[in-house]
């Protein structure tokens, strides 16, 4: 597990024999369908960085902030994550 956070901010190299799908998995498509980011305000673990994924998405877009909740969004802010997917029902 820890090899894997190294590799996943690109402190270590990772496996060599998983290369290839490495490369197929960075190749993605823009993400066109409506889209709500959540991301944790007391998390601890790094989520989604808005400046820099938002290219990625090309549909409606929004992204939430939620202060004060940590790991697991729908355990710790039921409301706001089922805000969040409510909202998508209806664009």
């Known amino acids: 597990m820890i090899h894997s956070y190294r590799h996943r901010f690109g402190l270590v190299e990772g496996e060599p024999r998983y290369q290839d799908l490495e490369d197929l998995i960075a190749v993605q498509p823009p993400i066109s369908v409506p889209t709500v980011v959540l991301e944790s305000g007391d998390d601890g673990v790094y989520g989604p960085a808005p400046a820099e994924d ?3 998405f090309t549909g409606p877009y929004e992204y939430r902030l939620l202060p ?16 969040a997917a409510a909202s998508l029902l209806t664009r």
């Open 54 to 56: 938002r290219d990625f």
């Open 68 to 83: 004060g909740v940590g790991h697991n969004v729908p355990q710790e802010a039921p409301g706001a994550f089922t805000d």
